[in-house]
């Protein structure tokens, strides 16, 4: 009779699971989906920040390169925006009426929003547009809703710059030194942005209806913020009860523009007690979502 296969007494011993699991150890091996210990998450991230960032300038590179004036779209964009409202709002339903320098108002809101309501949309689908990516590559599963939201940032720099020569334009020229916190203001809301993503990100996995309703919400995010109308003036105008009128002006998407208004529209003056809800909120939303988004780490790209 024929013998086929090894001999069985030469066949190594099985290691046990303490054994296998020190082994896989000493060669930097680890199983695949598990969540691993915060600050090595931490540090992993950290480690990916270069890749991150190219991936950020790459989606930002691709998103132009199809177009005939390329980048020029991102400039023109935002002008043709800020056209488009300032004839339908300040001309038309006249919510220009008792806002100095409006067309500075209007387009520090606009531009600002959009990235907020960038955040919101790009970085809740980031996770389920990078699927194919996430179940064949091993990386921290944080860095779509990051890159999301970086390259929404990228995006809209050109729109930043544009307001700041609008905002000379109109205001005759005139500087104050709250111009310089300009730039801080953008970092507080693109932090603000970040911890919205990983937020949302996470909860659209999870529940991929709710990706339907991100329009919605940006919608009526948009409406009450006061994007193209003054909060303060309406709040006057109607009579609102204090709580309602606290929660109107202190609410996220409304802090972010009234930060960026302060430091570049004239009427306006740096408010201790905005910056501090401001930078309250992006503190928060950035630590929350994170620790939310890592504690689903394991999860993601198997359903």
């Known amino acids: 009779m024929t013998v086929v296969g090894p001999d069985p007494r030469d066949v190594p011993p099985v290691l046990s699971r303490e054994d296998a699991a020190a082994l896989a150890a000493l060669h930097g091996l680890q199983p695949v989906g598990q969540r691993p210990r915060f600050w090595r998450y931490v540090a992993d991230v950290w480690r990916h920040r270069h890749l991150m960032w190219a991936m950020a300038k790459g989606e930002f590179t691709s998103e132009h390169r199809d177009n005939y004036l390329g980048f020029v779209w991102a400039v023109i ?33 606009l531009f600002t929003y959009a990235l907020f309501s960038l955040a919101l949309t790009s970085g809740s689908k980031s996770l389920m547009s990078k699927m194919s990516l996430i179940r064949s590559m091993q990386f921290p599963r944080v860095l779509p809703p990051l890159v999301a939201v970086l390259s929404a940032f990228v995006s809209q720099l050109p729109a930043f710059g544009v307001l700041l020569l609008i905002a ?42 709710l990706a339907n309703l991100m329009p919605l919400v940006v919608r009526l995010l948009r409406y009450v913020s006061g994007v193209f109308f003054s909060i303060e003036l309406q709040i006057e105008r109607l009579q609102a009860p204090e709580l309602v009128a606290l929660a109107l002006q202190y609410q996220p998407a409304a802090v972010s523009l009234t930060l960026v208004r302060e430091t570049i529209w004239n009427p306006a003056a740096p408010d201790l007690l905005t910056w501090a809800i401001g930078g309250g909120w992006a503190l928060l939303f950035f630590v929350v979502g994170f620790v939310f988004f890592w504690r689903g780490e394991g999860s993601y790209g198997r359903a």
């Open 77 to 109: 964009n935002p002008l043709l925006l800020g056209l488009a409202y300032f004839l339908i709002f300040g001309l038309l339903l006249g919510t220009a009426r008792g806002i100095d320098n409006f067309i500075t108002f209007l387009t520090a809101g």
């Open 168 to 209: 000379l334009w109109d205001q005759d020229w005139q500087v104050t030194w709250s111009w310089l916190l300009y730039p801080v203001a953008l970092f507080i809301v693109l932090v603000m942005g970040l911890g919205i993503a990983m937020l949302t990100a996470r909860l659209v996995h999870a529940i991929r209806d």
